[in-house]
Structure formats: structure tokens, C-alpha cells
């Protein structure tokens, strides 16, 4: 986000926010570094929350902003292991990557499943030879 001033067409700089805590609202303040003139832009909670849920720290952070946190974070969450699901041995993994890429995901779901259903928390390729035989694969 970048805020011109329209006299100078100069980026201005962020100066100052104040916080309203009975609504939270908060006003940022923005200042020309040329001609000195100050612009306050009004934001309301939501916009507060939506700012600060983008990175973007209301009255400055230290090191860079980082616009993508905020679908980092979500992605890492949703790439979190679901309780009770299987680990893959290294030796498991390699060989399933020889499986075709358009049967892999169906081949590890099956093997996955295969695991759950046996009270296998690790897949190896003892595990993968099992599941083969029981499915057919
Ligand atoms: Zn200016």
C-alpha cells in the first residue's frame, strides 16, 4: 500500500496511528517528506484486523514486511500432519516415487490407508509390499 501525496506525486510516509479502543477503529497518519503536508486515513476494526493480519504492523515494524505471512502461515497449517496419520520412511518414500505421477497420490492413499487400518503409524517398503499384496496394486 502506498499513499501519494498529490501535490508533490511523492510516496508519503507513514508517521503515526492512534488507536481507538472503544471501537477499535484506528486513524493512520501519513506525512509528504516535500511539502509536509499529512494525511489521515480512518480505518474501522475490520480494516484494522485485515491490516495487521497482512503483516503490515500499525505503527511500523522494525524488519521488512512480509505481505505473504498471512498465506504462509495458512499454508503451513494446512500442510500440518493430521492426528493419527502415518510417517513415510525415507527407503518407503523413494520407492514411491517411482510409482507413476498420476496413480501416486490414489497408490499413497491406498498404502496410507493400508497403515491406518493395521495400526501402522510408519510406512515402510515392508508396509508398501503388504499393502500391494492386499490390494492387488
Ligand atoms: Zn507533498
Redesign the pocket.
Known sequence: MKLL?V??D?AMKFKDAEGDSTDGSSGLVFV?N????SFAMLINQMEAQLVKSLGVQVGGRKEPAQPMEMIKEALVTGEAQKPGSVSWDGDAEERLKKVPMFVRPMVRKGIERYAADNGLSRITTDVMDKAKQKSGM
Not at 516535500?34 to 503536508?37: A, D, W
Request: proline share 0%.
Open positions: 501525496c501535490k508533490c511523492e509528504c516535500k511539502c509536509g503536508n
